[in-house]
C-alpha cells in the first residue's frame, strides 16, 4: 500500500530563513516522488518530480529534494524563503498504477 | 498552450441536487484523473480515464457519482443526489504518456470547489 505522511500542516519561517517541508511515504514498488504548490486561487503546480537517477533532485523557485530510500523521505527545502513562498505545499507519491496519493499538504507561512 | 481547466470555479447546491462538473484536459493529453480534497484532509484519487474508457475507477466513493469522457476530450463528474459529505475541492488532471508507470508528469486544474448545504 502507499501512503504519504507530511509532518506538519502548518510552518512559519522569517523572510530570507530556511525552508524545510517534510514529507515521508511508504512504498511496496520504487516510488515515482513530487512536489506540487498551491498558491491561492490556483491549480496545483509540479515544483520537482523523482523518477529514477540522481536523487537531489531541483525544481523550480530554488526548491530541491532529496530522495532517501533508506528514511523513506522526500523533504523539500530552499536556502532563503521568499515571500512569494507562501502557499500549500503537497507531496505525493506514485507507485504501482497511474494515481497519485498525497500528503494531507504543509501550508507555509514566510514572515517579513 | 492552455492548461487543465475546469468549470465552475465554484458551485454551491442543497443536500439532494444535482451537479455536475466539467474538466477540459490540456490538448493530446490520453490521460484524464479526477481528485477530491475534502477540506483539512488529504487530496484523493477518485478516477482515471484513458481517452474514453475508465482505466481506474476504484476511488470512486459512491454510485451516486458518474464521471464520463465521450470522445476521449473533455470529462464530466456528475454527483446526483448529492450529501454534505460530498463538499471540497474538486481536482482534475491530465498527463500525455500511457502504460503503467509513466514518468508523465500530472498537470492539475484549479479544482471546483462544491458545498452542499
Known amino acids: 500500500a502507499q501512503s504519504v505522511t507530511q509532518l506538519g500542516s502548518h510552518v512559519s519561517v522569517s523572510e530570507g530563513a530556511l525552508v524545510l517541508l517534510r514529507c515521508n511515504y511508504s512504498s511496496s514498488v520504487p516510488p515515482y516522488l513530487f512536489w506540487y504548490v498551491q498558491y491561492p486561487n490556483q491549480g496545483l503546480q509540479l515544483l520537482l518530480k523523482y523518477t529514477t537517477g540522481a536523487t537531489l533532485v531541483k525544481g523550480i523557485n530554488g526548491f530541491e529534494a532529496e530522495f532517501k530510500k533508506s528514511e523513506t523521505s522526500f523533504h523539500l527545502t530552499k536556502p532563503s524563503a521568499h515571500m512569494s513562498d507562501a502557499a500549500e505545499y503537497f507531496c505525493?507519491?506514485?507507485?504501482?498504477?497511474?494515481?497519485?496519493?498525497f500528503g494531507t499538504g504543509t501550508s507555509l507561512t514566510v514572515i517579513p | 498552450e492552455a492548461g487543465v481547466t475546469q468549470f465552475p470555479s465554484h458551485s454551491v447546491i442543497e443536500k439532494g441536487q444535482t451537479v455536475t462538473l466539467r474538466c477540459d484536459p490540456i490538448?493530446?493529453?490520453?490521460?484524464l484523473y479526477w481528485y477530491r480534497r475534502v477540506m483539512g484532509k488529504e487530496i484523493k484519487f477518485l478516477l482515471h480515464?484513458?481517452?474514453?474508457?475508465?482505466?481506474?475507477e476504484s476511488g470512486m466513493p459512491n454510485n451516486r457519482f458518474l464521471a464520463e469522457r465521450t470522445g476521449g476530450t473533455y470529462s464530466t463528474l456528475k454527483v446526483q443526489p448529492a450529501e454534505l459529505e460530498d463538499s471540497g475541492v474538486y481536482f482534475c488532471?491530465?498527463?500525455?504518456?500511457?502504460?503503467?508507470?509513466?514518468?508523465?508528469?500530472?498537470?492539475f486544474g484549479p479544482g471546483t470547489r462544491l458545498t452542499v448545504l
Open positions: 480515464f484513458v481517452k474514453e474508457s475508465k482505466q481506474d
Open positions: 505525493a507519491v506514485r507507485a504501482s498504477g497511474n494515481q497519485f496519493y
Open positions: 488532471a491530465s498527463s500525455q504518456g500511457t502504460g503503467t508507470r509513466s514518468t508523465d508528469t500530472q498537470y
Open positions: 490538448s493530446g493529453h490520453d490521460n
